[in-house]
């Protein structure tokens, strides 16, 4: 599941797992945060995070400078200079009902030409 956030400006928070639960690591860590359609990185992106080590996760407060816009997707990686930290994917959107947001479609149509071919061996 990717990470939801809302299409306002200003900073907002939401909980990842990374990979290292290191401070000393993720004090010098960067993000990149890129708009995947476009491929457009938001270099001046900032963030800070706040650890919660007995539940084994961190908060992200992410403040883009790009205005999100509603159904926009952008990667999201947390990381050193030779590590990678965490990768996600961020999904912008107003809704906060996630059965609505993340339904698959409901008109799906089976492909059937007749000539598939079966071995059981």
């Known amino acids: ?7 306002i400006t200003g900073e907002q928070t939401f909980t990842i797992i990374p990979s290292t639960l290191n401070a000393d690591l993720l004090e010098t860590a960067d993000i990149t945060f890129r708009e995947t359609g476009t491929n457009v990185t938001d270099d001046l992106a900032t963030f800070t995070w706040d650890s919660h080590y007995s539940m084994n996760y961190i908060e992200i407060s992410l403040t883009p400078s790009v205005t999100l816009k509603e159904g926009q997707v952008y990667s999201f990686e947390l990381k050193s200079s030779t590590d990678v930290y965490y990768r996600d994917l961020i999904y912008i959107t107003a809704n906060t009902n996630k059965n609505e947001v993340f339904t698959l479609p409901d ?4 492909y059937d030409d007749g000539s598939d071919k079966y071995v059981v061996l």
């Not at 599941?1 to 299409?7: E, S």
């Not at 008109?107 to 089976?110: D, P």
């Open 1 to 7: 599941m990717m990470i939801k956030l809302r299409p």
């Open 107 to 110: 008109n799906y149509n089976q």
